[in-house]
């Protein structure tokens, strides 16, 4: 139980609580202080870090490969996957827009899709269909000729088994720690009140109020509340179409000539890796056990860990001996459809989940979205 002061100093008057301090729960933290500044909002968070997806992540500033859009648009139609990029690229532009460039050392190298020879004829498939791509992304990333051949890197690169590349011109990636490091400082400059360790078991809804209780019983009253726990949605509320996905990551210790440099998507964005300065990150293969990897708990598998280390030694750095300096996991929130859910689930609780693997682009503005809806009722 909380003593008096406790509830009296940090919990009392509380307008919105926000369960959820990843990129989500702090963009509509900020959003709404930014439009409402004598509002009293707090942010709940179980971890001493928002550890779910938004620290954990792979840094790519992308809106998709060639193969996830043609997939992509065979599932969902053209009009919802266009809609898709344009919000992946605004979001990525309200990122940067509110933390900096320098802040989030967002990088604009390029990314590039990979193709080994047993892959041909997705490669025929994405080149039958990359100028019609190229004019349908042009005007929503302002850049003609965003994806184009570039076999002739792949000595450069000196990747082994890889037959062709597709390079995407307007791909970035950022420094995810610092991106959440300067989120973290925003929000607590304009006077946002963080609360790490509140493991927050059920959120029940009054007639004047809604009271959020945590796992150890303390509970807090707020006007209203933005559920911002993405994978972990489940836990909270009933959304049968949000499901976790634990996605396991490994990132090499430095390695002295380095080929090549940026973002790079393989079969489909199943995997994908980046360099880290002269150190690369290589994540996913969730695919190979999708069963298992439907997990909230973090941690790592033998299956996946053996399959990331192939493709390190066998296609990435064929010609260079890697050490592996550590392991970590995420966990995504997903479902059928690759929209985020933003709405109401009672008069006074919303929830703003099932970001995918897109929430470093998508999460600021799903964030000020769901800010600016809580307000309006
Ligand atoms: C390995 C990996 C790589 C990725 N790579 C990319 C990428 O390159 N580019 C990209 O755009 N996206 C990427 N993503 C996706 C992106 O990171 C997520 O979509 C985004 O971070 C989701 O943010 P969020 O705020 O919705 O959720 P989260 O960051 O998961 O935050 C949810 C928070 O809720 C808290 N929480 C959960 N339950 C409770 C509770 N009961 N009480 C209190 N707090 C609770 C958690 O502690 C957590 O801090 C990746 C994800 C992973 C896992």
């Not at 509830?7 to 409402?36: C, M, P, T, W, Y």
Request: with cysteine.
């Amino acid at each position: 139980m909380m003593s008096y002061w406790e509830r009296e100093s940090f919990f009392k008057n509380i307008d919105v609580a926000i369960i959820g301090s990843g990129i989500v729960g702090l963009n509509a933290a900020i959003s709404l202080k930014e439009q409402h500044p004598a509002l009293k909002i707090v942010l709940l968070d179980r971890g001493v870090l928002p550890i779910g997806a938004s620290t954990r992540n792979a840094g790519f500033a992308c809106f998709g490969s060639m193969t996830e859009l043609l997939d992509d648009l065979e599932e969902h139609g053209e009009s919802e996957v266009l809609q898709l990029v344009e919000k992946r690229w605004k979001g990525l532009l309200r990122l940067r827009e509110r933390v900096g460039d320098r802040h989030l050392e967002y990088e604009p190298k390029g990314g590039f899709e990979i193709f080994k020879a047993d892959e041909s004829k997705r490669y025929e498939w994405c080149l039958d269909r990359m100028n019609w791509m190229n004019k349908q992304l042009a005007p929503i990333i302002e850049t003609h000729d965003i994806f184009s051949k570039a076999d002739h890197l792949i000595d450069k690169f000196q990747f082994g088994e890889v037959k062709h590349l597709i390079r995407n011109q307007a791909e970035g990636q950022i420094n995810t720690g610092k991106m959440m490091r300067s989120l973290l400082k925003l929000a607590q400059s304009l006077a946002i009140d963080i609360f790490n360790g509140f493991d927050v078991d059920r959120v029940e809804e009054d007639t004047t109020f809604v009271e959020i209780i945590s796992k150890n019983n303390w509970r807090i009253k707020a006007n209203k509340v933005l559920i911002a726990n993405n994978g972990f949605a489940s836990q909270l509320c009933d959304l049968p179409d949000v499901l976790p996905a634990r996605n396991q990551v490994l990132i090499t210790e430095p390695i002295e000539d380095l080929p090549f440099t940026g973002t790079f998507h393989y079969d489909s964005g199943y995997f994908y890796f980046r360099n880290v300065g002269k150190r690369i990150l290589l994540g996913g293969g969730r695919h190979l056990a999708k069963a298992t990897e439907q997990t909230d708990e973090f941690g790592t598998s033998q299956q996946i860990k053996t399959a990331l280390q192939n493709l390190l030694k066998e296609v990435i750095l064929p010609n260079h001996k890697t050490e592996i300096d550590m392991w970590w996991s995420g966990i995504l929130g997903v479902g059928e459809q690759k929209k985020p859910i933003i709405k109401f689930i009672s008069p006074n609780v919303m929830v703003a989940v099932r970001l995918g693997g897109m929430g470093v682009a998508i999460g600021s503005l799903v964030g000020e979205e769901a800010a600016s809806l809580l307000m309006q009722k």
